[in-house]
């Protein structure tokens, strides 16, 4: 028997060792629009909404996600009249497809980064409130220079996870010790009670002998582990029954309101309607802007890197120590007016 002839496979032929380049169409299988339509019906709440979100009809969707599922042989969405929920398999598969897509998109941006104009979309992963305050107002700025740039301002779905937030750049609340990553603190977020000038000619100024008079409005952020939030906690454990909010947005909405007494940035004191309050609590948070290395080589992907830079760490009310007076340089200019867009 010859050497050739004790090999169980002949490794030159295509017939055992097929690259997936040989293999017609791998792409064109209508799988992947189901896969699609799910990854849709995976980050809504019903299959209408997905619908909406994809442009077609609640049906389509529903049959499309039933053909997924005879396919893989698996259950991946359970529906109900209060809507839809995912099976461990579907939010196995949701998980997936959404790195997938944010896999596609940094392919897609990296093939772009290479021309000689300064131009692209950049997403941005940041807090609602810092991004309607800051990021969101100052984007003439950065088009005065850039005209060419776009920014995609994503929701944030971790503080501390950069490849949950699928984003090129991501404000976190804590350095990313990641060889791959570049992560430079901006300033730092000082968070501390604060009530309404409403709140206050209801119920009188908020002291520490009188806090079961009070209510403490609650934001799901304040509830993570650590001692940092302890002693916020205590306060909304010893005061009335606390609204909540899980949005940031609609967190400062009800502290605006008058419904009760706050944690939140100093930066809000811009608004002359609302009061710091002496309860010995102050969170000073730092404040890290976060990308991937390899991505900062792409000229509109640094470009917005420094423009963030700016906004933050050009602002005395993100200095190390905190400010209560709010002052008049140029960034804060932006959350003014924003405020005063706002103003009842």
């Not at 947005?249 to 009760?260: D, I, P, W």
Request: charged share 20%; net charge neutral.
């Amino acid at each position: 028997m010859t050497k050739t002839d004790a090999l169980p496979f002949d490794h030159t032929s295509s017939v055992v060792d097929r690259s997936p380049l040989d293999v017609a169409g791998l792409l064109s299988r209508p799988i992947w629009k189901e896969l699609r339509t799910f990854l849709a019906v995976a980050k809504s709440r019903s299959f209408a909404e997905a619908a909406a979100m994809l442009h077609t009809s609640g049906p389509t969707v529903s049959r499309e996600v039933k053909r997924l599922e005879e396919q893989l042989s698996t259950q991946l969405v359970v529906s109900s009249h209060s809507g839809i929920t995912l099976t461990e398999a579907g939010r196995a598969l949701a998980l997936q497809l959404a790195d997938l897509d944010f896999q596609l998109h940094t392919l897609s941006s990296n093939l772009r980064r290479d021309r000689a104009d300064v131009a692209g979309t950049v997403a941005i992963s940041v807090t609602s409130g810092l991004s309607v305050a800051f990021v969101a107002p100052a984007v003439q700025r950065l088009n005065a220079r850039f005209p060419h740039i776009a920014v995609d301002l994503k929701d944030q779905m971790s503080f501390v996870d950069f490849g949950k937030n699928q984003a090129e750049i991501m404000l976190s609340m804590a350095p990313l010790q990641r060889a791959d990553v570049t992560s430079q603190q901006i300033g730092t977020l000082h968070l501390i009670p604060v009530a309404h000038r409403r709140y206050i000619e209801t119920q009188g100024v908020p002291m520490l002998g009188r806090l079961g008079q009070h209510r403490f409005l609650q934001c799901s952020y304040y509830t993570a582990t650590g001692e940092i939030w302890d002693r916020w906690r205590d306060l909304v454990a010893s005061g009335l029954p606390a609204h909540s909010a899980a949005n940031s947005l609609a967190y400062y909405s009800f502290a605006k309101s008058g419904a009760g007494v706050a944690l939140l940035g100093n930066y809000v004191l811009i608004d002359p309607d609302f009061v710091p309050v002496e309860l010995n609590v102050h969170v000073p948070i730092p404040l890290h802007l976060v990308a991937l290395t390899d991505r900062l080589r792409a000229k509109p992907v640094r470009a917005v890197f420094d423009w963030l830079v700016e906004i933050f760490a050009d602002n005395p009310m993100f200095a190390a120590d905190l400010l209560l007076k709010p002052t008049h340089s140029a960034p804060e200019n932006d959350f003014r007016a924003f405020f005063n867009l706002n103003r009842s």
